[in-house]
């Protein structure tokens, strides 16, 4: 089904928002138009995105959220400035059940929410990400097709 992207982005980001008014959510949405694709789904990569931002950017209350179309592909990304993530832990964040160690301890978490937004991603033949440094926060993003609706 096609939805509105940009319409849910706001949407989700509004909820957010109002339910974590210290923090302050700086957002580009550049993406109009309609996206081929499970709404349902991508809304709740969004909310994990976005809730592990809050969740591990504890004291510093920025999040960056963008959204642009290139080469008929959505790119969105989700860019905090926390805790960040150590390079030899950087490719087992998607992993089932995997949370980082030594962040495990101060943060609940089940470590699920990445594993399943991959897994929803790859089910959009899209692609997903992260660049991070330890202790300068993290940025997510995923990368999918939009498909011609005319
Ligand atoms: P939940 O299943 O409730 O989402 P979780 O947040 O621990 O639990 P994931 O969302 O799958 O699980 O994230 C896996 C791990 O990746 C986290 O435990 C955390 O260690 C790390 N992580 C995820 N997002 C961030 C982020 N924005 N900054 C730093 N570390 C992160
Ligand atoms: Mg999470």
Avoid at 131 to 141: D, T, V
């Amino acid at each position: 089904k096609y939805f509105d992207i940009a319409k849910l982005l706001e949407n989700v980001i509004e909820v957010l928002q109002h339910n974590n008014p210290h923090y302050q959510f700086i957002v580009d949405i550049s993406s109009k138009g309609l996206v081929y694709g499970d709404e349902m789904r991508i809304e709740q990569v969004l909310i994990n995105f976005i809730t592990n931002a809050i969740k591990y950017s504890p004291g510093q209350h920025k999040i960056e959220i963008k959204s642009f179309i290139e080469n008929n592909k959505l790119h969105v990304s989700v860019k905090d400035f926390g805790i960040g993530i150590s390079e030899d832990q950087l490719s087992k964040v998607f992993d089932k059940f995997y949370r980082v160690d030594e962040t495990s301890v101060h943060f609940q978490g089940l470590g699920i929410g990445l594993y399943i937004s991959s897994e929803i991603i790859n089910r959009h033949n899209g692609e997903i990400g992260v660049r991070s440094k330890s202790g300068e926060g993290a940025e997510f993003y995923f990368i999918i097709p939009v498909l011609e609706n005319d």
